[in-house]
């Protein structure tokens, strides 16, 4: 198995997407070779090239509106043709370069990073023929549960003595959203199903760019609801370590045209009785429209916690944004994460 198993050729204009592809990739469990400028002083470029190419599994190439009148672009892609290895990409709605429009195209024109994206996941399929990836970053975290099979009711949590299965985490994970996304979901969060009562599964949520902060963030978001409707997006954790502990869940949100409310929301459980803890920033809500702040809520977490929950909720209609989250535990130094 060679080193660099992905070869990705781009033109320089279309860095920042190609960026995207790189990220994704390697989530899934690839190495990926690109030419970021880096290059050693005194190395020859076309040599440094050829060798990379030539230790690749698997050859990608973007097609966008700068690549396809790019001869490096064009030699390198006509590499990957000729070994049989060639995986091309249009990222621009533009006219396949001849000698390669016989190929099938994965289409990822204006694609966000998401994941569970339908072309997005058969361009995966396309590379994982030529060559599986050594791990997938998502094999890390446990496996989330169909959407469609509700887990225990939030009033009687799993056991102690049971290990913790998905939908819940062992501890706190991917807070800054910038991990695998698992079945359209970012890694480690889900849509509240079982553990939220009345929560609504009609609200949209993806992992989008976050183009000021060079990173990632969760959108959730409906346009039309009904009376009293509200989606939410959260993890639980096994936190007996944590019981009678002062924690804060705080995070940075965002709204646009929010016609209910939203905020973010925490909840300690015991072993066998719900809401020892609730707090859903109800009384200091998030209206209308607002730029990226800071939010947080502290909680002393009752004794008998065993179950830590925490998410973000957005009642009625509007579009909400959530990033860089994080769960600190206090003690004599002062904050600290857990």
Request: charged share 20%; aromatic share 10%; with cysteine.
């Amino acid at each position: 198995m060679s080193a660099n198993q992905v070869f990705l050729s781009y033109a320089s204009a279309d860095r920042a997407r190609a960026r995207l592809i790189v990220r994704a990739l390697e989530d899934h469990g690839w190495s990926v070779w690109w030419d970021t400028g880096g290059i050693a002083p005194g190395e020859r470029f076309a040599r440094v090239i050829t060798q990379a190419i030539q230790a690749a599994r698997v050859v990608v190439v973007l097609w966008s509106t700068t690549s396809v009148d790019s001869d490096w672009v064009m030699d390198e892609a006509d590499d990957g043709k000729s070994r049989g290895i060639l995986v091309p990409v249009l990222i621009d709605d533009v006219e396949i370069p001849r000698g390669f429009r016989q190929l099938q195209h994965a289409w990822l024109i204006d694609w966000s990073g998401a994941s569970g994206n339908p072309e997005f996941q058969k361009f995966v399929k396309a590379i994982e023929r030529l060559a599986p990836p050594a791990r997938s970053a998502a094999a890390d975290v446990p496996e989330r549960s169909s959407l469609a099979q509700p887990v225990a009711d939030s009033s009687a949590p799993p056991r102690l003595n049971v290990a913790v299965k998905p939908p819940a985490v062992n501890r706190p994970i991917n807070l800054g959203f910038d991990g695998p996304v698992v079945d359209g979901l970012p890694a480690g969060w889900f849509n509240s199903l079982g553990y939220v009562s009345g929560v609504s599964l009609s609200y949209e949520s993806r992992v989008v760019h976050r183009p000021e902060a060079n990173g990632y963030c969760l959108e959730l978001q409906k346009s039309t609801v009904h009376q009293q409707e509200f989606g939410s997006v959260m993890q639980r954790c096994a936190a007996t370590r944590l019981a009678g502990q002062t924690v804060r869940f705080q995070g940075e949100l965002k709204s646009e045209a929010v016609l209910g409310w939203a905020g973010l929301w925490l909840r300690a459980d015991g072993a066998q009785e719900g809401n020892l803890f609730f707090d859903n920033m109800h009384r200091r809500p998030i209206r209308g429209t607002t730029e990226w702040t800071p939010y947080h809520i502290d909680a002393q977490l009752p004794t008998a916690t065993r179950w830590l929950n925490f998410g973000v909720v957005l009642s009625g209609q509007g579009r909400i944004w959530v990033d860089n989250c994080r769960v600190l535990v206090w003690d004599e130094a002062g904050w600290r994460d857990w």
